[in-house]
């Protein structure tokens, strides 16, 4: 039996239901399975996007696959109030999922068994060490030193490791530590017992919190590996969003999945909120219209409102409190908008000191704020915390009513909508400027593939592959510097993000000729801006206003402006940039010079040209249409016939087996042909009927006219790759072509 069609242990998701968290659920497994060099591993997230729900998977599948190491789950509880109630429960959790594990038996988890009859399920080779466990489990009423006891229960996975029981220790929202009191610091107990550990263990919760508790204090975890746990892709929320609107019957568009995708900024608990409201309102995620509105409910009165409210209640009970940092919240992301000092937020709230840096520490390792030094700033980037602070701020504070307010926002939604899908767009379309510039080397470069007045003299409208070749021969070139540092512009200096998205420009430091010396260092600032012909002068005199207000207010004194258009400059422009000592590109020739670079990792998945997708309903001979799609595509980048041949006809025969074998509810094939490094790659997808661990020839059978199966795909295509995804088949085949 598969794992994912096993009944869940601790999990609330099925195993094929937990989206686009495989690569960090392989590394969690091979890191609890002991094949990892250190023994420890901090998994560090943001709050809100599901690390419990992937650690107590990689749970379940280490239980149902028996190996050699036990597995133990266990969540840090601030209900638990202080540090021996929490010590006596982890105890008392350890010995229970080690008895059921060793006996393969579930049930035991959710069984009422007592400590006592825990020990009498023990297995016989587990029955010294456990006997002595439970008879510290039950003495503890009479244990007259908290600590020790706190001490001993912490350290049973190690006595058990002893006797031939190793486990992997998964301890979850670490976080809650801090919450506890008696008398004891639990992250120091918990550093130096397991830094002692000769098997396998993971501390997870809020990165702030534990990027910071285990490289601080008596006892340092230098020694371990670190897994950062962020928010879905783009494509994988998409996928989410696919697939649990269609099990909770919620309608939703192409566009409407983007944004859903875009707006929650791949918050996975946040999506299903939004799904979930719709589908108890029976409303369709059809509309900008509709998805907005049933945000704003979630926002108003929903989970989403709930999920900030907790936090918010875990910091402080004291309503009045909350009131006021809700008050400076708002000032600081409406008024300030920026960096205040510690000194302004304390005088500000009635709190002892001691008090004050507790809330200040929990907003901060909440991502409420970001504290630095003595800098307090907000996340405006963080647009659905905005709004809370936004709606609470005038419902609490201000005492709007409530009915003008849930209007205001709808309507501030609405035009927010475009703009945010617009501005993913934009970023979507981006160059990379970053990822470009990281890999000057004090290499000497074609003039022409800077300067856009050479290039447009000598080869605009050429082949590239003929200006690549023109281009090695000139004599001009520049001289790139050594770059040593890279980071978004946005981060040297803020009011820049105002006016572009983060991915497109950058401020580069290096050193000219190799050589690490004050006059040879030198900073590069570049930006990508926009324009639907050649950039004419005044836009190009705007931006290199700003960017050397940037080198301003950085304070660099050597700096080299560099400005990419989509179309290049016109004659005016390039005087001003002549002007200005500074550099202009097109696009094009960006492209150029990451080939001329060997770049192109940095800027291909941004310009993929040569990717087709086509969506046709089933039945009717339409692959016939699907592989005349496909010959147009080879043809046009010189594939030989006879392999174009061989592609079409494995390509028909993906799409009747799907047609037949299927029984897909939309009866619609997607499929997406690729061309790229001497191969073209096609997919073909489906929804309905899944693998579910059926070998591929079932699906596929070997008789008849029609249907001719596997074996004839795989004799025809070098690659062939057959996939269960959320409700349906993939099939992806690859050809490598010589032209």
């Known amino acids: 039996m598969n794992i994912s069609e096993k009944s869940k242990i601790l999990s609330s998701i099925e195993a094929d239901e937990f989206i686009g968290r495989n690569d960090e659920l392989d590394l969690l497994l091979r890191h609890a399975k002991g094949l990892n060099e250190r023994n420890g591993m901090v998994v560090l997230s943001a709050p809100g996007l599901g690390l419990s729900e992937m650690l107590r998977q990689v749970y379940d599948q280490l239980f149902y696959e028996q190996g050699e190491v036990i597995p133990f789950y266990f969540r840090i509880d601030k209900r638990d109030r202080t540090a021996k109630q929490m010590a006596i429960r982890f105890l008392q959790s350890f010995l229970r999922q080690t008895v059921s594990f060793r006996r393969n038996d579930a049930a035991i988890l959710r069984s009422s068994a007592d400590i006592c009859e825990l020990g009498e399920l023990s297995m016989p ?66 550093k130096n017992i397991y830094r002692l550990a000769d098997f396998p263990f993971i501390f997870a919760g809020k990165r702030r919190f534990l990027f910071n508790s285990i490289q601080t204090g008596r006892t340092r975890l230098s020694d371990v590996d670190r897994l950062d746990f962020g928010p879905l892709s783009f494509s994988e929320s998409g996928i989410l969003i696919e697939s649990y609107s269609n099990d909770r019957n919620v309608k939703v568009t192409d566009q409407t999945r983007d944004l859903i995708a875009e707006q929650f900024r791949g918050n996975p608990s946040f999506i299903k909120m939004i799904i979930n409201r719709a589908a108890e309102s029976s409303v369709a995620l059809d509309s ?9 409910e979630e926002l108003f009165g929903g989970k989403v409102k709930g999920f900030y409210d907790s936090i918010f209640d875990s910091i402080t009970a004291d309503i009045e409190i909350q009131k006021q940092l809700i008050g400076l919240l708002y000032n600081s992301l409406t008024v300030e908008r920026e960096k205040t000092p510690v000194e302004f937020w304390k005088t500000h709230l009635a709190l002892s000191s001691i008090e004050f840096y507790r809330v200040m520490g929990l907003l901060n390792s909440s991502e409420i704020l970001r504290q630095t030094s003595n800098l307090v700033e907000t996340m405006p980037e963080n647009e659905i915390l905005s709004d809370y602070i936004k709606a609470r701020f005038r419902l609490e504070i201000r005492r709007d009513r409530r009915t003008l307010v849930v209007a205001e926002s709808i309507a501030e939604f609405l035009k927010r909508a475009p703009e945010t899908m617009a501005k993913f767009y934009r970023r979507k379309t981006a160059i990379g400027m970053r990822s470009l510039i990281s890999v000057f080397n004090n290499q000497n470069a074609p003039i022409s593939l800077f300067d856009y007045s050479v290039y447009k003299d000598r080869h605009k409208g050429e082949n590239p592959e003929k200006i690549l070749e023109k281009v090695n021969a000139e004599p001009e070139k520049i001289e790139l510097p050594q770059i040593v540092y890279t980071a978004n512009t946005v981060s040297f200096y803020s009011p820049i993000g105002k006016l572009t998205e983060t991915e497109r420009s950058a401020v580069a430091l290096g050193f000219e000729s190799a050589e690490y010396k004050d006059e040879n260092e030198v900073v ?54 002549d002007e200005r000592n500074a550099i ?38 339409t692959e016939l249409i699907a592989a005349s799609a496909l010959e147009d595509v080879a043809r046009r980048h010189s594939v030989k016939s006879k392999a174009i041949n061989q592609i079409k006809t494995a390509l028909v025969e993906a799409c009747i087996n799907a047609t ?42 070997d008789e008849g006219r029609r249907g001719w199966g596997i074996n004839l795909i795989n004799s025809l295509m070098d690659e062939v790759k057959f996939e269960n995804v959320d409700d349906g088949t993939r099939i992806s085949m690859t050809k490598y072509i010589s032209k």
Not at 288 to 296: A, I, K, L, R
Not at 593 to 620: C, H, Q, T, W
Request: net charge negative; glycine share 4%.
């Open 584 to 621: 202009g590109s097109s696009k094009q020739q960006v492209r150029l010079l990451a080939k001329f670079l060997d770049a192109e990792d940095s800027i291909e998945k941004r310009f993929n040209p040569n990717e087709y997708e086509l969506v046709l309903p089933m039945g009717d001979d």
């Open 660 to 701: 037949e074998h299927s029984h897909s509810p939309d009866q619609k094939i997607y499929q997406k042909f690729s061309v790229e490094d001497g191969r073209i790659s096609i997919t073909i997808s489906n929804r309905g009927l899944r693998f579910k661990g059926k070998e591929a020839t079932e699906i596929f059978p």
């Open 288 to 296: 900008f219209q509709n998805v907005e509105n049933v945000y704003t």
């Open 524 to 577: 590069w600032i570049a930006a990508e801006i926009d324009s639907k012909l050649e950039a004419p002068a005044d836009l190009v005199s705007f931006w290199c206003d700003r960017l050397e207000m940037v080198a301003l207010m950085c304070d660099f004194r050597r700096f080299r402006l560099w400005l990419v258009a989509p179309e290049g400059f016109s004659p005016e422009a390039l005087e001003v940039l």
């Open 125 to 190: 080779s587990d029955g010294y060490w456990i006997d002595r466990l439970v008879e510290t489990c039950s003495s503890v009423s009479e244990l007259n030193d908290d600590n020790s006891f706190i001490r001993q229960a912490l350290s049973a996975p190690l006595r058990a490791a002893s006797h031939s029981a190793a486990s992997v220790v998964i301890i979850d929202d670490f976080d809650n530590a801090e919450f506890l009191t008696n008398g004891i610091d639990l992250v120091e107990e918990f």
